[in-house]
């Protein structure tokens, strides 16, 4: 099989990296905790985002090739563990991308200026933004790697460009007009610890997933061992001091209470330019939120393949039946070991979510019964989705003919070939991209 081009080098490893993981929406989330949000983003580092490096780390040193967390589940597990980690692993696309682009239309109406700001409320431009966001996403990996990954560089670029001018101009506001919250050692420990306060830190933790991902394109990495390696720690120093200096910023601007969910931070960089009385700066929270904007149209870049394999595999189990038989001994597992533990945790994670919509509590038409019934209604269409997605996808291939060096590139192949259609082409080009 024809060697995929090793088209990345250390610095587009650690800028995917970043665009992969660092959401600064995320600092809307933890601003709004106040003060205490920079303790429990160290604590959600100590007890998630460390262990994970470590772990992806290691993995890669073992197996560096293309695929990832899927090739390395199916490598310790077999096809069918394989398939459910790296199905588990792609459904999160249903809260995430919807989230994404919805912030993204919210966030880009504030580049036009104060004229333009209703437009963050305006449903139809925001529809028609996020379409034209995902598609662009879509027609340049089309392209290929070599071209297709300016798309997660320049995202990784729309990430820390806008971090650094925030939190400049934050220290810059600090030394000279003092904090909009007081900052005191007590005030840095959480006064209660309940249900929301717990819900709003899983997100933050949430905040820290992604490390795993740029292994999935092993086989174009140059040097993908040591590439990977010094990568994750590059990177991981980065992630760590955007989310602690971001949210610090935030809170220097905004009072918790006064910080927006869909617009914080180019809220509280439009407020930090006016603290500062210097009409020069005016252009900086456009130019903010235009970097803002460009950084989530690198994350569709990211995850986008993913997404595109599922859907072949489907249309392949609805024309043609069958690959895998089903018997009721191959749904049991036939061992029960601390790696089989792990998988099944990173499972479980699969299904957060739920507590991201009721953060927007203030925004939502009748919450308490609107987020009820979503609840029940998303909650339905989730679990369906895993069930008959699972179902869908084990069908897609028999367990022989799983590759375990190419994965989810030659599975994709394998699935353009068997669906018959020329116009499919580019789709394995893409996954593979």
């Known amino acids: 099989m024809t060697q995929l081009p090793r088209v990345m080098s250390l610095r587009d490893v650690v800028l995917f990296n970043i665009t992969a993981i660092v959401g600064l929406r995320w600092l809307t989330t933890a601003g709004r905790i106040g003060p205490a949000s920079l303790a429990l983003w160290v604590i959600a580092m100590v007890i998630f985002f460390l262990p994970s490096a470590m772990a992806v780390r290691e993995l890669t040193d073992i197996d560096p090739g293309e695929g990832g967390i899927y090739r390395w589940a199916t490598r310790a597990f077999g096809p069918r563990h394989g398939f459910l980690a790296g199905w588990g692993y792609?459904?999160?696309?249903?809260?995430?991308?919807?989230?994404?682009?919805?912030?993204?239309?919210?966030?880009?109406?504030?580049?036009?200026?104060?004229?333009?700001?209703?437009?963050?409320?305006?449903?139809?431009?925001?529809?028609?933004?996020?379409?034209?966001?995902?598609?662009?996403?879509?027609?340049?990996?089309?392209?290929?790697?070599?071209?297709?990954?300016?798309?997660?560089?320049?995202?990784?670029?729309?990430?820390?460009?806008?971090?650094?001018?925030?939190?400049?101009?934050?220290?810059?506001?600090?030394?000279?007009?003092?904090?909009?919250?007081?900052?005191?050692?007590?005030?840095?420990?959480?006064?209660?610890?309940?249900?929301?306060?717990?819900?709003?830190?899983?997100?933050?933790?949430?905040?820290?997933?992604?490390?795993?991902?740029?292994?999935?394109?092993?086989?174009?990495?140059?040097?993908?061992?040591?590439?990977?390696?010094?990568?994750?720690?590059?990177?991981?120093?980065?992630?760590?001091?955007?989310?602690?200096?971001?949210?610090?910023?935030?809170?220097?601007?905004?009072?918790?209470?006064?910080?927006?969910?869909?617009?914080?931070?180019?809220?509280?960089t439009a407020v930090l330019v006016a603290r500062l009385g210097a009409a020069w700066l005016a252009p900086a929270a456009a130019l903010v939120a235009a970097l803002l904007t460009l950084q989530n149209l690198g994350a569709y870049g990211t995850w986008l393949p993913a997404a595109i394999f599922v859907l072949l595999a489907l249309w392949s189990f609805a024309t043609h039946g069958s690959a895998t038989p089903f018997t009721a001994r191959a749904l049991v597992p036939t061992h029960l070991d601390l790696p089989l533990l792990s998988l099944f945790a990173t499972m479980t994670f699969a299904f957060a979510g739920l507590e991201l919509a009721p953060t927007l509590g203030d925004e939502i038409r009748d919450p308490v019964a609107t987020l009820r019934r979503g609840i029940v209604l998303s909650g339905i269409g989730v679990v369906a989705m895993y069930l008959l997605g699972t179902a869908a996808m084990l069908v897609a291939l028999p367990a022989e003919a799983v590759s375990v060096t190419n994965g989810m590139p030659q599975a994709t192949a394998v699935l353009v070939a068997r669906l018959g259609a020329a116009w499919l082409a580019p789709a394995a080009a893409l996954v593979a991209a």
């Open 90 to 268: 792609w459904v999160n696309n249903l809260v995430y991308y919807p989230s994404l682009l919805l912030t993204s239309g919210a966030i880009v109406a504030y580049v036009g200026g104060a004229g333009f700001v209703h437009l963050a409320e305006n449903k139809w431009f925001i529809a028609a933004f996020s379409l034209a966001n995902l598609w662009i996403a879509v027609g340049l990996n089309l392209v290929g790697l070599r071209v297709g990954k300016w798309v997660q560089n320049l995202g990784a670029y729309g990430t820390w460009l806008p971090a650094a001018i925030f939190v400049l101009l934050a220290l810059w506001s600090f030394a000279t007009h003092g904090s909009a919250t007081p900052f005191t050692a007590r005030a840095l420990v959480p006064t209660h610890l309940d249900l929301p306060l717990l819900s709003l830190f899983a997100t933050m933790t949430f905040a820290f997933a992604g490390l795993e991902l740029a292994p999935t394109l092993g086989d174009e990495i140059r040097d993908p061992v040591a590439t990977l390696r010094r990568g994750i720690v590059l990177s991981g120093i980065g992630v760590v001091a955007m989310y602690l200096l971001g949210t610090a910023a935030m809170l220097v601007a905004l009072p918790a209470e006064a910080v927006s969910v869909t617009n914080g931070m180019p809220q509280a």
